[in-house]
């Protein structure tokens, strides 16, 4: 479990998703700070690391990343971190085409071919 300092590679990326679910990695976003966390067995986790931290809980956002896809199908948007009917996100997956673009943004830095 680790807040990325640095970018990571995709192989590396690929190494740490191979020693917990295999193809697939758990990942929480921070969308103000611009910061991602990886590599736990549950989304809570993460969210926990980041709080501790100094992230906001509406900053932080949880998604998979499927290391053997690529476009589209990288990132899944998808966690129970997410339900928030207060901030108007009443399902696992991420509605607001914002916040996806800025965890797409924020992955794209942390993780380069």
């Not at 590679?9 to 700070?33: P, Q």
């Not at 009917?85 to 380069?112: A, C, F, H, L």
Request: charged letters at 25%; one cysteine or more; aromatic letters at 8%.
């Amino acid at each position: 479990m680790q807040i990325l300092q640095q970018p990571i590679t995709l192989s590396e990326l690929k190494t740490l998703a191979h020693n917990t679910f295999g193809d697939m990695i758990k990942c929480v976003a921070d969308v103000e700070r611009g910061l991602l966390a990886l590599d736990a067995d549950l989304h809570a986790d993460l969210e926990r690391l980041l709080l501790e931290d100094g992230s906001a809980q509406e900053d932080l956002w949880g998604f998979n990343l499927w290391v053997e896809e690529e476009g589209e199908d990288f990132i899944e948007y998808d966690s129970l971190i997410n339900i928030r009917s207060w901030q108007g996100n009443p399902s696992r997956d991420v509605s607001d085409p914002q916040v996806r673009e800025s965890i797409k943004n924020i992955v794209g830095q942390y993780i380069t071919e």
